[in-house]
C-alpha cells in the first residue's frame, strides 16, 4: 500500500505544480500585453506634433 501511495503523492504535486505554473505564465502574458499598449500609446503620442524626448515642437 505504502509503496503505491508515494508516486500517487508526488504525481498529484506534479500536476499542481504544473497548473500553478501555467497560472503564472498566464499572468505574466497579460502584463507583458498590458506593458506593450503602453509602450505603443507612447509610440503614438511620438507621432503627433510634439516629439517627446527631443525637446523641439514641430509645427
Do not use: W
Not at 32 to 59: A, P, Q
Amino acid at each position: 500500500m505504502g509503496a503505491i501511495f508515494i508516486p500517487v503523492i508526488f504525481l498529484i504535486i506534479m500536476v499542481y505544480a504544473v497548473i500553478k505554473r501555467i497560472r503564472i505564465q498566464m499572468k505574466l502574458d497579460d502584463t507583458i500585453k498590458k506593458f506593450n499598449t503602453l509602450k505603443d500609446s507612447i509610440c503614438n503620442l511620438n507621432d503627433s506634433n510634439y516629439e517627446i524626448g527631443t525637446g523641439h515642437l514641430y509645427e
